[in-house]
C-alpha cells in the first residue's frame, strides 16, 4: 500500500511540473552561489588593496609562455635563423614553394620596398625619394657578392633584429613570413645575375622557337 501511494505521489508531482513548462516566472532566479554572479571588478589602472602593490593590473607570473610562444633549441633555426649553436642557418629551414616565395613577395611589397626597393637594388622611395636626393638613408643592394655570400639565417636576422639603421621587424613580421620574406629576396638576388642555365629548358625551347632569330646562353 505504501508503495502505491509512492508512486501515486510521483506521478501527481511529474504532471505538476510538466504542466509548468513553458511557463514564465515573476520570481526572482535561486542563486546558491552569489560570488560567481557578484563578482567584484577593477577598472583599468584603478588600485586594489588585495595586493601589496594595490595594482589591479597582474604581470603574467614569471615564466609564463603564450600558446605557440616555446622556443626552444630544437626549433632554434625555425625561429632565430641560428642552429642550436648560435650559428646561422645556411638554408632556408622550411621547404621552399611556389606559394612560399608568393607571399614572401607579397609581405616584401609591404615592408620591404619602401627601402629597398621593388629589385631590391636599394632604389626605394626612402634612398631616392625628395627629389631624388633621397632622405638621409643609405640603402644597400641586395645585388651584391657579399650579401649573395651570405647564409640564409642572416637575411632571417635582420629582419627580425634590424641592422645598423634598419629597425626590427621581428614585433611585425611572424617567424613563417620572415622565411617567407627571405625565399623572394633570393629569388630577386637570382633574376637580376641570372643566366640561360637557369631558364627551364621547356621555355628555353618555347622561347627560342618563338623568335627563331634569338638563343638563349
Keep these: 500500500m505504501t508503495t502505491r501511494l509512492s508512486l501515486l505521489a510521483l506521478a501527481v508531482l511529474a504532471v505538476a511540473v510538466g504542466g ?3 511557463m514564465t516566472s515573476e520570481a526572482p532566479p535561486i542563486h546558491p552561489n552569489l560570488n560567481m554572479d557578484y563578482t567584484q571588478r577593477f577598472e583599468a589602472q584603478e588600485p586594489n588593496p588585495l595586493f601589496a602593490d594595490e595594482a589591479a593590473m597582474r604581470q603574467p607570473v614569471a ?5 605557440g610562444g616555446l622556443r626552444t633549441a630544437g ?51 626612402v634612398a631616392v625619394g625628395n627629389g631624388g636626393t633621397g632622405y ?12 649573395r655570400a651570405r647564409p640564409d639565417g642572416y637575411i632571417y636576422d635582420v629582419i627580425q633584429n634590424g641592422v645598423n639603421t634598419m ?3 621581428g614585433h611585425e613580421i611572424a617567424a ?10 633570393r629569388a630577386l638576388e637570382r633574376s637580376q645575375a641570372a643566366g640561360g642555365a637557369d631558364v627551364p629548358q621547356t621555355e628555353r625551347d618555347r622561347l627560342e622557337n618563338a623568335n627563331a632569330n634569338v638563343r638563349i646562353n
Aim: aromatic share 14%.
Design 75 to 125: 626549433n632554434a633555426p625555425f625561429y632565430y635563423g641560428r642552429t642550436a649553436g648560435g650559428e646561422y642557418v645556411e638554408e632556408i629551414p622550411i621547404e621552399v614553394t611556389g606559394s612560399l616565395v608568393e607571399r614572401g613577395q607579397d609581405r616584401y611589397n609591404i615592408y620591404c620596398t619602401p627601402c629597398h626597393g621593388v629589385a631590391g637594388d636599394g632604389r626605394g622611395i
Design 20 to 22: 509548468c513548462r513553458g
Design 136 to 147: 638621409g638613408f643609405a640603402v644597400p643592394s641586395y645585388h651584391t657578392d657579399a650579401l
Design 176 to 185: 613563417a613570413d620572415r622565411w617567407a620574406i627571405v625565399a623572394y629576396v
Design 167 to 169: 629597425p626590427s621587424y
Design 63 to 67: 615564466g609564463t609562455i603564450a600558446r
